[in-house]
């Protein structure tokens, strides 16, 4: 934000938010003009605040914000889209959790980011309009790597560069890709996994489609596994540390998976 310029109006994404004080709230929001920001909510905890309600979190509102001396200050706050359908159910509402947390992970500083934000939106839209959960947050999730610069290598060895062939591999976060069987011969196990080509196969397919192509993809039942723990193994090494929301998903999915009704 320009020192010249005393306030800005731009929508964003509530990414995370925590009390401060008796009445206020800090809040860090991702915003399509400003990129990531911290944001102070003054009397937003006050029952008679008008900008309670349009700042949870994944919510995308249009805000009016002031700067500030060490944190911006949220003047004006109008909800654009709550995501109803994700906010029904305790794992629509882990989903959208994810969503913003990843965002948050991978962001640190203001500066204007367009692509991203615009896959923030579109990813929040496509789970509220009940696309595949798994097919959505597996295609956020590379594309996301991709547009932080951690693009992961699918197609070559990352080890002696040639092609990847049609038999099961390895994954390495810490050389950012697939190495070959011979090659993880010669790199200890702790930096690699097992990968199998099925699952691969899928995984690259994800990567290099746009997301209109992919509609109506079924991902057979038995590959969801290896898709989400291969992605997410590879996430924590390039974030080298673990995410809160895929623990919540999985736990309450066991929990309904251990209900009268399965």
């Known amino acids: 934000m320009s020192s010249r310029q005393r306030s800005i109006r731009t929508e964003g994404v509530i990414l995370r938010r ?47 914000i ?30 959208g959790s994810y969503v913003v947390e990843l965002v948050d992970a991978f962001t640190y500083e203001e500066g204007s980011h367009l692509a991203l934000y615009r896959l923030l939106i579109s990813t929040l839209e496509r789970l509220n309009q009940g696309e595949p959960p798994d097919l959505v947050l597996r295609y956020y999730e590379l594309r996301i790597l991709e547009l932080v610069g951690f693009r992961p290598e699918l197609f070559r060895c990352v080890g002696c560069t040639r092609a990847v062939q049609e038999e099961d591999q390895f994954l390495s976060g810490r050389l950012g890709g697939v190495i070959c069987p011979r090659c993880a011969e010669s790199s200890p196990p702790e930096a690699r996994r097992a990968i199998s080509s099925r699952v691969l196969k ?61």
């Open 18 to 64: 925590r009390d401060f004080g008796e009445k206020d709230r800090i809040l860090t929001v991702f915003t399509r003009k400003l990129g990531r920001v911290g944001l102070i909510a003054k009397g937003v905890r006050n029952p008679s605040s008008r900008k309670a309600g349009h700042l949870e979190t994944f919510m995308r509102s249009s805000l009016l």
């Open 66 to 95: 002031g700067r500030g001396r060490n944190l911006h200050i949220l003047t004006q706050a109008e909800v654009i889209d709550e995501y109803p359908v994700l906010r029904e159910s305790l794992t629509g509402i882990g989903y």
């Open 202 to 262: 899928y995984l690259r397919h994800l990567q290099r489609s746009a997301y209109p192509q992919l509609r109506g993809l079924t991902i057979p039942p038995e590959l969801i596994p290896g898709l989400e723990s291969c992605l997410r193994y590879f996430l924590t090494h390039m974030l080298e540390s673990g995410l809160n929301a895929p623990d919540f998903i999985d736990r309450i999915s066991r929990e309904a998976g251990s209900g009268p009704a399965g």
